[in-house]
């Protein structure tokens, strides 16, 4: 086995522990350090170069690669499907991900959970402009792992260990979840398992399948966590919907989904949430902003029209709010109706037929 280990400091703690171990000073192998940050989409020329050197000595089965605490999933598993033009290195010849495995910290879990901190706050990164959340980049790690490790499990009462667990299979259905003390877990569990699925991991997330399904599938009783899913192709009136967003209720560990406001008609939005952390965003524009004959210039349409069209309404067309949330002892009579009670009403929608505007206190730039 080939072992790639990513540290993002100066000094290379991982490589100095892994050094100091027997087994690798009797093997005399040497340890592949890449020490120039995390492994992200600016570094992957690098992770590239360095996988097709390994394979290419004909050595080994396997090559198990950590990255830092602060790297992104999504980006290291699209280098084995990237086909570099410049470089001719095309890893999907002779390489595969087999396993995407995400360690919680079961101690400080809740703690970064539910922190606004950014990665720069802690100094976590020496990036410029890298203005990650902390509690985003735990969501986005642990929304794309086939093998969850749920760590210093020997540090938690077991209230908090059945919580975690409730907490994580909800943010991911699909993941094994496994129990550890300093790490140790069998290498079966994360080695040659034949679970990965790139096309499947995309919409592995909690939030995805509650969207897909329809409804929500309740969790155990015991820890209240569960899910609610907001649907209504009305569009929010932005200062309701604002105020209700600043006085965002409690228990809500993760909501994600498109929504749309009359004061921005063509714009569809993008919420997230996780923790304490909001995202807002603009995800593009709705099909019914444009006329048909641009509509069917865009092969996405073409290739989508049927079911665009059956979701179409005669006076919102595509347009629709659309979001999930994720949390503990939730009310839902009562999320629901205070999101309906920010939608516009019968008189707003005569002014929104009218082209009225309405005083919109969201950021100008989302």
């Known amino acids: 086995m080939a ?27 040497k340890l592949v350090e890449m020490s120039n940050g995390c492994i992200c989409s600016t570094l992957r020329e690098d992770l590239m170069v360095e996988v097709e050197r ?5 050595r080994f089965d ?30 999907s010849r002779f390489s595969y991900v087999d396993t995407m495995v995400t360690v919680v910290d079961g101690f400080n879990f809740m703690k970064d959970f539910s922190s606004n901190e950014r990665l ?12 990650r959340t902390i ?6 790690q642990i929304e794309f792992a086939n093998v969850i490790i749920l760590n210093k499990t020997d540090l938690i009462d077991p209230d908090t260990l059945g919580f975690l667990k409730s907490a994580i299979r909800k943010l991911n259905p699909e993941a094994d979840i496994l129990e550890s003390e300093f790490g140790q877990i069998d290498p079966k569990h994360i080695l040659n398992t034949g679970l990965f699925d790139f096309d499947q991991a995309q919409p592995s997330a909690g939030w995805q399948k509650e969207l897909q399904s329809g409804h929500h599938t309740p969790e155990t009783e015991e820890y209240g966590i ?34 749309w406001l009359a004061s921005r008609p063509d714009d569809a939005l993008n919420f997230s949430q996780a923790g304490g952390s909001f995202r807002l965003e603009k995800a593009g524009v709705w099909w019914s902003s444009m006329p048909l004959n641009h509509r069917v210039q865009y092969a996405s349409f073409i290739e989508n029209q049927a079911f665009i069209e059956s979701r179409w309404d005669k006076n919102w ?44 206190p969201f950021p100008e730039q989302i």
Request: hydrophobic share 35%.
């Open 135 to 140: 509690v985003n980049l735990l969501t986005d």
């Open 226 to 259: 569960g899910s609610l899913v907001f649907r209504d192709k009305r569009p929010f009136h932005p200062e309701r919907l604002w105020k209700y967003l600043n006085h965002y209720p409690e228990g809500i560990l993760r909501a994600k989904g498109l929504f």
């Open 120 to 131: 720069m706050d802690r100094s976590l990164t020496d990036i410029d402009e890298d203005y």
């Open 3 to 29: 072992v790639i280990v990513n540290d993002m400091s100066e000094v290379n703690i991982d490589a100095r522990l892994v050094e100091n171990q027997n087994t690798l000073s009797r093997t005399e192998e």
């Open 54 to 58: 390994l394979a290419y000595e004909n």
């Open 317 to 360: 067309g595509d347009r629709m709010n659309e979001l999930v949330f994720i949390g503990q002892h939730l009310n839902e009579e009562e999320i629901l109706q205070a999101l309906t009670d920010c939608l516009i009403n019968d008189d707003e929608k005569d002014l929104f037929d009218q082209k009225a505007d309405f005083e919109d």
């Open 62 to 91: 396997y090559l198990l690669i950590e990255s830092t605490g602060i790297s992104e999933p999504i980006p290291v598993a699209q280098t084995f499907t990237y086909i570099d033009e410049e470089s001719g290195i095309d890893l």
